[in-house]
């Protein structure tokens, strides 16, 4: 079970706020939540999902930890085909460099939104793995919510370590 203090209800906040923007406003899609933020299992308990695509981006400040968003190789073509206008098939650089670019305005928006808390954020870094290939430090209890656009999926993962 997990207490939740204002600063990581702030920063969920922040971070569906800013996921759902990017969505409206780049591709023209509604991104849904279809779940609440959840603790996520122990690496040991996480079933192997269809690999994908994870950015993972570092902040720094009032909080730190990192946000990652991972999404299926389906779905990352899809949204680089939203923003390229054209359709996409392959995992290619271009991919990356669009999913590597949704991390930095998603992550860059909830900063935005949290300008109390002083935050730095990382570059991203872009894996071509999935969330169950994700693993965190014992002092860490990374919250997972899931979203879907049209019928493709993805997860935002928020890793807070204690101050």
């Known amino acids: 079970m997990t207490l939740w203090t204002d600063t990581e209800s702030a920063l969920v906040v922040a971070l569906d706020q800013s996921a759902c923007e990017v969505f409206q406003m780049m591709a023209g899609v509604e991104l849904t939540s279809i779940s609440r933020p959840v603790s996520m299992p122990p690496a040991d308990e996480v079933r192997a999902k269809q690999r994908g695509v994870t950015v993972l981006m570092g902040i720094t400040g009032d909080l730190n930890g990192s946000v990652i968003i991972t999404m299926s190789k389906s779905a990352a073509c899809e949204w680089t085909g939203r923003m390229v206008g054209s359709e996409v098939l392959a995992l290619d650089q271009t991919v990356i460099d669009a999913v590597g670019e949704l991390g930095n305005i998603v992550v860059g928006g909830a900063k935005r939104r949290l300008s109390d808390f002083h935050l730095t954020m990382s570059l991203p870094s872009v894996l071509q ?16 919510r899931d979203y879907q656009f049209d019928e493709h999926q993805l997860s935002i993962v928020i890793a807070l370590m204690p101050s």
């Open 129 to 144: 793995d999935g969330i169950d290939r994700l693993r965190f430090s014992s002092k860490s209890v990374p919250l997972q």
